[in-house]
Structures are given as C-alpha cells and as structure tokens.
C-alpha cells in the first residue's frame, strides 16, 4: 500500500527559505504513471496547489507562487522536495505531498496523500 | 476568489441527499477538462471521492456520485449519513492559469 509522509521543520522565520521532503514508501516514485505534488491548505481554507515533478525532474508551478518554489526529485531515496523562499506569515500552513495520477481521466488528480505537515512561519 | 466558485455550505437531514455545486468558465471546466472531487473529514487530510468526473475509486460508496454540464459541475450525496460531515473540494486544470485549480470549499453539516 503507498504511503507518502511529510517532513522538515515546523517553523520558519520570515524571509528565509521553507523546506520539506516527502518520503515514498510502498512504490517506486520512478513509476512513469504519476507525477508528484505538493498542495497546502492555510489555516481555517481551502487548497492550494504549489505544484508538481515527474520522476525524470520535469516541473510544473503555480504561476502565483513560481518565482519562490522549487520541486526537486530524489529517485535514489524515493522523495521528492519542497523549498519555498522568502516566506512570509502568508505561507503559514498545512502542507501536504501527494501522488497525481491520470487513469481515465484527462487531468491530474490526488489519488494519495501523506497526512500533512503543519508549518509556522514567525520570528 | 477561487477560480472554482463552490457554496460556503451546505445542509441535510440524515437520508436525505443534497448537492454540492462547481462553477467555472471557459478556460477550465467549460473548455473540457475534467472535474475530480475530495472529502475532507475534520483535522484529517483530504481523500479522493470522485475523478474524471463521475468515476469512484474503490471503496467510496455509490451513495456519492458526479456530473459535469457545459461550464459547471456537481457533486450529489445520497441517503445523507453523520459520518459525512466534512468539507468537499472541487478541482480542475485553468488553461488561462496554466495549472491544477480548486474550489474554495463546502462545508457540508447533517443536522
């Protein structure tokens, strides 16, 4: 059964750089049907997608965050990572790794999630 | 402002079903792109419910099902149960944005 699990500080200081890696366990993150995403959800609202990597390192973001974030893939360890920099009390959330599949479908969806980690960012 | 606009909440009686709607716009769900919905139970993380639309993965209950119609769509829960009070989520691809979009949320409450 896959299983994916968040981890890496659970507080930041503004300005600095948030980092976070997602362990893959269960399956092998160089699998050619999924790509990787991370998704975070401020808190008391709703999602917000960062962005996704495919095994090989192609990347794709969101275009409101794309000039901070940086997805990058490690096969030999079977994660994928997260940084986000020049963080400010607006990137306080909870940040969750996921597995995007397209199987019968035309986009991407979240078929697996880790639970989520809770990041702060405050001096 | 979520690209996918969603009501704030919604409510049922147990047994009874309600649905939850997805509207967007000719750059997402009206230019073709499939429609995929996620329930997410208090403190827990969100779960897939529906993809490509009306498809359930294994283990939903057929109680939940999805429909999609020109520029919107809509997720239908029947036979209304306490355990499926939670907020639900649509999510889309904006072509305009050039990525994955979802919608602000539903609060979904069985009195």
């Known amino acids: 059964q896959l299983q994916l699990q968040e981890s890496g500080p659970g507080l930041v200081k503004p300005s600095e750089t948030l980092s976070l890696t997602c362990t893959v366990s269960?399956?092998?993150?160089?699998?050619?049907?999924?790509?990787w995403g991370w998704i975070r959800q401020p808190p008391g609202k709703g999602l917000e997608w960062i962005g996704k990597?495919?095994?090989?390192?192609?990347?794709y973001y969101n275009p409101s965050l794309k000039s901070r974030v940086t997805i990058s893939v490690d096969t030999s360890k079977n994660q994928f990572s997260l940084k986000l920099s020049s963080v400010t009390a607006a990137d306080t959330a909870v940040y969750y790794c996921?597995?995007?599949?397209?199987?019968?479908?035309?986009?991407?969806?979240?078929?697996?999630w880790g639970k989520g980690t809770t990041v702060t960012v405050s001096s | 402002q979520s690209v996918l606009t969603q009501p704030p909440s919604v409510s049922g009686a147990p047994g009874q079903r309600v649905t939850i709607s997805c509207t967007g716009s000719?750059?997402?769900?009206?230019?073709?792109?499939?429609v995929h919905w996620y329930q997410q139970l208090p403190g827990t993380a969100p779960k897939l419910l529906i993809y490509?639309?009306?498809n359930r993965p294994s283990g939903v209950p057929d109680r939940f099902s999805g429909s999609k119609s020109g520029t919107s769509a809509s997720l239908a829960i029947s036979g209304l149960q306490a355990e499926d009070e939670a907020d639900y989520y649509c999510?889309?691809?904006?072509?305009?944005?050039?990525?994955?979009?979802f919608g602000g949320g539903t609060k979904l409450t069985v009195l």
């Open positions: 996921a597995r995007l599949s397209t199987g019968a479908s035309n986009y991407y969806y979240m078929d697996v």
């Open positions: 269960g399956g092998s993150i160089s699998s050619t049907a999924y790509y």
């Open positions: 990597i495919y095994y090989v390192g192609s990347t």
């Open positions: 000719n750059s997402n769900i009206g230019a073709g792109y499939d």
């Open positions: 490509g639309n009306t």
């Open positions: 999510q889309s691809y904006d072509s305009s944005l050039s990525g994955s979009v």
